[in-house]
């Protein structure tokens, strides 16, 4: 099987957008998309449109964000940016994308044996996976060989093997990764439309089952054009500010 893996696309269609027109969807088995739709970005109906055009040949579980737009949380943890651009959005999704978004499963979701997507971790949707530490906790906590998660838009891979767990970050254009049968692993596809690791290129990875490779990519789109879309709205300005630096 082939995987395209997408996660944490906030409202940013036009990194969104640049995502889907540079892959060949045709040539995916099936498209996970790890959470968060919604928050922070300009054009949610747009995001989520598409997201719902990809019925059938897609996996899709929620995420934080989506949780707090939709009405599952009341989102109190949120920051003063986070929590206003969820209440814009709540107001601006029409009726259908906002049920799409309440109805979004949650995670952990086996997609063929071993392998497990989810938003925070398997243990907690919130849950941030930062260290190797967090990771040690969810490798204790189940037997899953590979499984995807967002949340902390930094694409990164923590491998548990003989000698312990080994972190790494996706850097670059493109990469690839060979996985070992023997080891286990954690691996984030980053954030297509809120990067966090001080590039601003939306990320994504493909994950073949067949070969066990992982290859991840970094896609410039119009940064620009998504803060417009902020201002536009009238959300903060730090949410536009940040996109230009991935942080």
């Given at each position: 099987?082939?995987?395209?893996?997408?996660?944490?696309?906030h409202?940013n269609?036009?990194?969104?957008?640049?995502?889907?027109?540079?892959?060949?969807?045709?040539?995916?088995?099936?498209?996970?998309?790890?959470?968060?739709?919604?928050?922070?970005?300009?054009?949610?109906?747009?995001?989520?449109?598409?997201?719902?055009?990809?019925?059938?040949?897609?996996?899709?579980?929620?995420?934080n964000?989506?949780?707090?737009?939709?009405g599952?949380?009341?989102?109190?943890?949120?920051?003063?940016a986070?929590?206003?651009?969820?209440?814009?959005?709540?107001?601006?999704l029409?009726?259908?994308?906002?049920?799409?978004?309440?109805?979004?499963?949650?995670?952990?979701?086996?997609?063929?044996?071993?392998?497990?997507?989810?938003?925070?971790?398997?243990?907690?949707?919130?849950?941030?996976?930062?260290?190797?530490?967090?990771?040690?906790?969810v490798?204790?906590?189940?037997?899953?060989?590979?499984?995807?998660?967002g949340?902390?838009?930094?694409?990164?891979?923590f491998?548990?093997?003989?000698?312990?767990?080994?972190?790494?970050?996706?850097?670059?254009?493109?990469?690839?990764?060979?996985?070992?049968?023997?080891?286990?692993?954690?691996?984030n596809?980053?954030?297509?439309?809120?990067?966090?690791?001080?590039?601003?290129?939306?990320?994504?990875i493909?994950?073949?089952?067949?070969?066990?490779?992982?290859?991840?990519?970094?896609?410039?789109?119009?940064?620009?054009?998504?803060?417009?879309?902020?201002?536009?709205?009238?959300?903060?300005?730090?949410?536009?500010?940040?996109?230009?630096?991935?942080?």
């Amino acid at each position: 099987m082939r995987y395209l893996i997408v996660s944490d696309m906030h409202g940013n269609w036009d990194a969104f957008e640049c995502v889907l027109k540079a892959v060949d969807l045709a040539s995916f088995d099936r498209i996970l998309v790890l959470g968060d739709l919604v928050g922070y970005g300009g054009s949610p109906n747009e995001v989520v449109e598409a997201v719902r055009d990809l019925d059938g040949r897609s996996v899709v579980i929620r995420g934080n964000h989506d949780k707090v737009v939709s009405g599952v949380d009341d989102g109190i943890n949120f920051n003063f940016a986070a929590l206003t651009a969820a209440r814009w959005t709540t107001r601006s999704l029409s009726d259908e994308n906002l049920r799409f978004v309440r109805e979004l499963p949650l995670g952990p979701v086996e997609v063929e044996p071993g392998t497990v997507i989810c938003h925070g971790s398997p243990l907690d949707e919130d849950a941030y996976v930062f260290s190797d530490m967090d990771a040690r906790e969810v490798f204790l906590s189940g037997d899953a060989w590979l499984t995807f998660f967002g949340h902390t838009h930094i694409p990164c891979v923590f491998c548990q093997g003989d000698e312990g767990i080994e972190v790494g970050l996706l850097r670059g254009k493109h990469g690839r990764l060979q996985l070992d049968p023997n080891q286990r692993y954690l691996i984030n596809p980053g954030s297509i439309g809120q990067p966090r690791d001080r590039d601003p290129r939306a990320s994504y990875i493909v994950f073949d089952s067949e070969t066990g490779t992982v290859s991840w990519y970094r896609l410039t789109y119009p940064v620009e054009k998504a803060q417009r879309r902020i201002l536009e709205a009238g959300l903060p300005r730090v949410l536009a500010d940040r996109l230009a630096v991935g942080q």
